[in-house]
C-alpha cells in the first residue's frame, strides 16, 4: 500500500499500459484521477477501480482539459501526488521523406508537449506535496528501432525529464521515465503476426504484458525510489542487449538442453 493517501493522475488510461497503471496504483492504495478521450472505456476502467477513482475526458493536446483535470483532482481529493504521462502514441505513418511539417507538430504535440503541459499544469501541487512524475517513453528514444518522428518525441521526454529532474530536485520533486519495449495493448490489436515477429527479437522470450509497466511505474513513482530523479528505467525483456539472432545458438552451446 505505497500510495495510501495519496492522488495520482495518469493520462491516457482507458486502455493498455495506463488503465494497468492507474489499476496498479490503486491497488496499492492511490487515488486516481483516470483520463483519456474514450469516456466508455474511462468508465469501465473507474468503475473496476471504485469510489477512488475520478474518469476524466482529457485531451493531452488542450491546455484548458489539462488545467481543468489538475484542478479537478484537487478539488476531488484534495491534493495530487503523482502524474503518469502516459499518452503519447505513434500518429505519423508516412515514409520520412514524406512527414509534412504539420505531421511532425502533431507528433511532438501530442507526445512531448501533451506531458509537458500535464507537468506545467501538476507543478504547482508537486511542489506543495514533493511529489513526482513517471512519463512513459519507449525503447525507441533510447535506440533505432524505426519511426523517426515517434522516436525524435520519445527522447524529447527523457530529455524534458532529465532537466526538469535538475531544476526542481531541490524542492523535493522526482521526474523519471519508464521506457518500455514492445507491449501487448490494443495498439496492436490488428498485427498479431507483428507481435509474433517481434516477440523473436526478446532476450527473456516474450513481448511485454501492460503490468509489467506498470510494476516498474508502481516503483518509481513510490518512495522506494525516493533518491531516484532523472532517470530513464528501460523495461524492454533486454531487447537493448543487442541483436539476439546468436543468443540461441550460444545457449544451446554452454547449455545442452537449453
Ligand atoms: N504498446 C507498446 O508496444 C508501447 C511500447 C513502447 C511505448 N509505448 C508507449 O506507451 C504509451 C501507451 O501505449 P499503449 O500501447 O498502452 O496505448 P494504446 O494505443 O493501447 O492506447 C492509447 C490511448 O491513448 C488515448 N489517446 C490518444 N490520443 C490522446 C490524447 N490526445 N489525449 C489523451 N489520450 C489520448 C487513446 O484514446 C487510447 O486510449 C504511449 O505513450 C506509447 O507510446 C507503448
Redesign the pocket.
Known amino acids: 500500500m505505497r500510495f495510501e493517501g495519496k492522488v495520482a493522475l495518469v ?2 488510461a ?5 488503465a494497468a497503471v492507474a489499476r496498479r496504483l490503486a491497488d496499492e492504495g492511490a487515488s486516481v484521477v483516470v ?4 469516456e466508455d ?1 474511462l468508465g469501465e476502467v473507474a468503475a473496476g477501480i471504485g469510489a477512488r477513482a475520478l474518469p476524466l475526458r ?4 488542450s491546455r484548458d482539459d489539462v488545467d481543468a483535470a489538475v484542478a479537478a483532482a484537487v478539488e476531488r481529493f484534495g491534493r495530487l501526488d503523482v502524474v503518469v504521462n ?5 500518429i505519423v505513418q508516412s515514409a520520412p521523406e514524406d512527414t509534412t511539417d504539420d505531421d511532425w507538430r502533431a507528433q511532438l504535440d ?2 512531448l508537449v ?1 506531458a509537458s503541459r500535464c507537468i506545467q499544469a501538476a507543478l504547482p501541487e508537486l511542489v506543495k506535496n514533493r511529489g513526482n512524475v513517471v512519463t ?5 528514444g533510447l535506440a533505432a528501432f524505426g519511426n523517426i518522428e ?1 522516436s525524435a518525441a ?1 527522447a524529447g521526454q527523457i530529455a524534458m525529464t532529465v532537466n526538469y529532474a535538475a531544476r526542481y530536485g531541490s524542492l523535493g520533486v522526482r521526474f523519471n521515465v519508464v521506457a ?4 501487448r ?4 490489436d490488428n498485427q498479431p503476426d507483428t507481435l509474433e515477429r517481434l516477440s523473436k527479437m526478446y532476450p527473456l522470450g516474450r513481448i511485454g504484458e ?1 503490468e509489467d509497466i506498470a510494476a516498474a511505474v508502481a516503483f518509481l513513482a513510490s518512495d522506494d525510489a525516493a533518491w531516484i530523479t532523472g532517470h530513464t528505467l528501460p523495461v524492454e525483456g533486454g531487447v537493448l542487449t543487442g541483436p539476439t539472432v546468436l543468443n540461441p545458438a550460444l545457449s544451446k552451446k554452454e547449455y545442452p538442453g537449453h
Do not use: E, R
Not at 482529457?58 to 493536446?61: E, Q, R, S
Open positions: 493520462t491516457a482507458a486502455q493498455g499500459i495506463g483520463t483519456d478521450l474514450q472505456k482529457v485531451d493531452v493536446t502516459n499518452a503519447g502514441g505513434c501530442l507526445t501533451g512513459i517513453s519507449s525503447v525507441n515517434y520519445k518500455p519495449g514492445t507491449i495493448t490494443p495498439n496492436w501492460p
